[in-house]
C-alpha cells in the first residue's frame, strides 16, 4: 500500500508531512528531542512515518482537539493538548476513529509554557477562535510560528465549540507582542508555509465582520451543513454562523 505521507522539507530541522491532502503536522528536531506537532487522521502508523525523519526521543503537541490532528495519537505514548479542547477530543475519540484504536494519555498545556527539545524551545501561545483552547508555538530558531487551524486560509468559525470573531481578534491583536519573532506560519493544512502579514488581513477581515455584520455575504456549503462565506484576499475566507458576531 502506498504512503499516504508526503515529505516537505522546510529548513532548520522542521519537516512538514501532508497526509494525502487531508491535513498536515510537522517534526521538529532539537539537539536531544524531535517534536510532533498534530498527528492527523490516524490511517496510518504515524510513529513510523516520523521514524524515517528521526530516531530521537518524541514529544508530541496537538494544536487543538480535532480529529484531523489528534486521531494520529493513537499510535504514541502520550500527547500535550490544553485542556479547554479536551472535551471536544473526547467527543470525536468516543465516535471511533477509523482504526478503532484508543487515545493515548492527554497533558495539559498552557500559554507560556515551554516544550524544549534540548535547548531548541517552543513557547505555546493561546490562540483561541476555531476552537477555544487552540494553541500555536512560537519557534524562535526558524521564526517560524505553527498555528494548527486557528490560522488557515479557509478558517472554520462555524462549528458549535468555535468561539466569537470578537474573541478571534482579540487573539490575534494578544499576537501583536511576538511578531517581531517570526516571519511565516505554518498552519494546519497545506505544503508550504505562510507570510506572517496574513496575520493583518485576517485582522482586517475580523473587524470588518464585525462593523458589518457580514452584510453581502452568502452561504455556502461544508461537510456539516451550511454556514455563510466571507472572502478575504485573493485565497482566504472565513466560514461563520451569525451567533458569532
Aim: charged share 25%; net charge negative; hydrophobic share 35%.
Amino acid at each position: 500500500m502506498q504512503q499516504r505521507a508526503v515529505f516537505y522539507p522546510l529548513g532548520e530541522g522542521i519537516t512538514l508531512i501532508d497526509d494525502a491532502g487531508e491535513a498536515t503536522c510537522y517534526v521538529v528536531e532539537g539537539p536531544e528531542k524531535a517534536l510532533v506537532i498534530d498527528t492527523v487522521n490516524g490511517k496510518e502508523d504515524l510513529k513510523a512515518v516520523v521514524r524515517q525523519i528521526t530516531d530521537k526521543p518524541l514529544a508530541v503537541f496537538n494544536t487543538h482537539g480535532h480529529p484531523d490532528h489528534v486521531f494520529g495519537n493513537v499510535f504514541f505514548e502520550e500527547a500535550y493538548l490544553n485542556k479547554k479542547d479536551w472535551p471536544i477530543h473526547d467527543a470525536f475519540f468516543a465516535q471511533q476513529p477509523e482504526n478503532g484504536a484508543k487515545p493515548c494519555p492527554l497533558k495539559d498545556i498552557q500559554p507560556g509554557d515551554t516544550i524544549d527539545l534540548g535547548g531548541r524551545k517552543l513557547l505555546a501561545i493561546a490562540l483561541a477562535g476555531h476552537t477555544p483552547g487552540s494553541l500555536c508555538l512560537l519557534d524562535d530558531q526558524s521564526r517560524t510560528l505553527f498555528t494548527g487551524d486557528s490560522m488557515c486560509h479557509t478558517l472554520w468559525m462555524q462549528l458549535d465549540h468555535s468561539t466569537s470573531i470578537q474573541t478571534l481578534l482579540d487573539s490575534l491583536n494578544a499576537l501583536d507582542p511576538y511578531r517581531q519573532r517570526f516571519d511565516r506560519l505554518a498552519m494546519g493544512h497545506g505544503t508550504q508555509t505562510t507570510p506572517a502579514d496574513y496575520i493583518d488581513r485576517l485582522k482586517a477581515c475580523a473587524e470588518d465582520l464585525i462593523r458589518t455584520g457580514g452584510e453581502g455575504d452568502e452561504q455556502g456549503s461544508w461537510f456539516g451543513g451550511v454556514a455563510y462565506h466571507h472572502r478575504f484576499g485573493e485565497n482566504d475566507s472565513i466560514f461563520y454562523t451569525k451567533d458569532k458576531l
